[in-house]
């Protein structure tokens, strides 16, 4: 069994989806503190670069899974309008943004909640039936940073675990060999797909990919074969 583990971030770049896509079991990691990066920011394609955006929480230094939404900030409104504003002339605005927008309407407390249900529509719209379990959910799991990875693994029965390939310069190999379990690394090479406003930008939003193709997002996702 496959599994692949990753925080729950805030409207993903496409290479989140393609570790869902490679694995048998995807573990959203929500009970490690909040890095106040990836789990509330991205960033999508204006005329002028790349437009930032941020959802403002309550308590910064939380584990995940109890960070609350400032939700006294208007700031569905502002990320709402900028994607207007970048996308409403795309050829996929009309079709994908009633459903994006009524999650926002419907938001939530909670930063992960909300996080999952956009996890959940955009895994949808790719056809991607990946499994996926909460760590929080998990029982038997312990431990901090490496020794909680390989913790989970032993949780889910996992043979090998797919890893993104910035952690072969941290990652401890010997502790998931002790537990007979393989160690493979993401390789993902990112799609160039018709994207507007001049020069192609990659590792954005994979919101991005779905306003400008549609449909055909599917087609620039391609699960990686591990053997």
């Known amino acids: 069994m496959i599994v692949g583990i990753h925080q729950p971030n805030y409207i993903p770049w496409i290479g989140f989806f393609h570790k869902m896509l490679s694995c048998d079991v995807f573990v ?51 990320h709402l309008c900028s994607m207007q504003g970048c ?24 930063l992960v909640d909300f996080n999952l249900e956009l996890i ?10 990946t499994p996926m379990v909460r760590s929080s959910e998990l029982s038997g799991v312990h431990g901090k940073k490496n020794t909680k990875l390989v913790s989970i693994c032993n949780a889910l029965g996992a043979d090998t675990y797919l890893s993104g390939e910035g952690a072969k310069s941290y990652i401890d190999a010997e502790s998931f060999q002790n537990s007979h379990i393989n160690i493979v690394y993401q390789k993902f090479n ?4 018709p994207q507007r406003w001049g020069k192609f930008i990659k590792n ?15 087609q620039y996702l391609t699960r990686q074969i591990i053997t």
């Not at 959940?120 to 039936?129: A, G, H, M, V, W």
């Open 190 to 193: 990112h799609p160039v797909y």
């Open 28 to 78: 959203l990691l929500d009970d490690v503190l909040c890095s106040n990066k990836a789990e509330r920011r991205n960033v999508i394609k204006g005329s002028n670069g790349e437009i930032s955006l941020a959802i403002p929480i309550l308590n910064k230094k939380a584990i995940i899974k109890d960070i609350e939404l400032n939700n006294q900030v208007n700031w569905k409104q502002k």
């Open 204 to 218: 954005l939003s994979i919101l991005d990919l779905f306003f400008n193709c549609g449909p055909n997002a599917k």
């Open 87 to 110: 996308y409403a002339k795309s050829d996929y605005w009309e079709l994908i943004s009633p459903e994006l927008l009524n999650l926002y309407k419907h938001a939530g407390p909670k």
């Open 120 to 129: 959940e529509f955009i895994r949808n719209y790719l056809d991607i039936k």
